[in-house]
């Protein structure tokens, strides 16, 4: 059972276009952290949320933890082809243990 | 910089060969972790550490056992390969409930 499912899985789109991604569960997270990959190497810790509600920004990047702490978006602008990338939302469900979610491989077209 | 080093980028071993994967930090973090990645079901758990000589099993342990005799060190190892353990390995560590650190992930093939 997959405890944190993102959409979408995958996203094409055009340089200078916007973006949402989506990871949610029916299970409430003490945390939420945002990690991208690039080919060949390992995921790179992007944000981490805590309090419900929470937003946090990374230059074009947006990310938002739900009040209910249950699921998260991040939102980019004007996307770059640098931006590339699998993207993963984890969980924190306590003990420091992390549930990642199937991530969304993301791919932007100069 | 912070690093987690994994020995192997790649690896190829033959069904029923006991195989080793070695992951070292060095950030002095408590936790260590062995993950799996394979296409559309992102990372898996497999093994923990909070401590050294300590141990927890992950979401899918079954084939797969572990040793921390040094705190930077976390070894993940499989006692008798199959072809279904061919999959993406990560090694993380983290202090505490902060973020984790991934190493650069070895891509074991077993044939």
């Known amino acids: 059972t997959q405890l944190l499912e993102q959409s979408p899985q995958f996203l094409s789109i055009q340089e200078g276009e916007n973006l949402t991604v989506y990871c949610n569960s029916s299970s409430v997270f003490s945390s939420l952290q945002w990690y991208r990959q690039e080919p060949g190497e390992g995921p790179v810790l992007l944000v981490t949320?805590?309090?419900?509600?929470e937003v946090k920004k990374l230059k074009r990047l947006t990310f938002q933890f739900g009040d209910a702490r249950k699921d998260s978006s991040l939102h980019i602008t004007a996307a770059q082809p640098g931006d590339t990338g699998l993207y993963l939302c984890a969980g924190a469900r306590g003990a420091q243990k992390l549930v990642f979610g199937q991530g969304t491989r993301l791919t932007i077209n100069p | 910089d912070v690093k987690v080093t994994q020995s192997s980028r790649y690896l190829v071993k033959r069904t029923g060969e006991k195989v080793f994967l070695e992951c070292v930090q060095d950030m002095d973090h408590e936790n260590m972790f062995w993950y799996r990645q394979d296409p559309g079901l992102g990372l898996r758990l497999i093994y923990f550490s909070y401590d050294v000589k300590m141990k927890e099993k992950g979401d899918i342990p079954e084939g797969y056992s572990v040793s921390r005799e040094k705190k930077e060190r976390f070894s993940l190892i499989l006692e008798s390969a199959s072809t279904n353990q061919t999959s993406m390995y990560l090694c993380?560590?983290?202090?505490?409930?902060?973020?984790?650190?991934f190493g650069s992930g070895t891509r074991l093939t077993v044939v």
């Open positions: 949320v805590v309090t419900g509600g």
């Open positions: 993380a560590s983290s202090l505490k409930e902060y973020g984790y650190t």
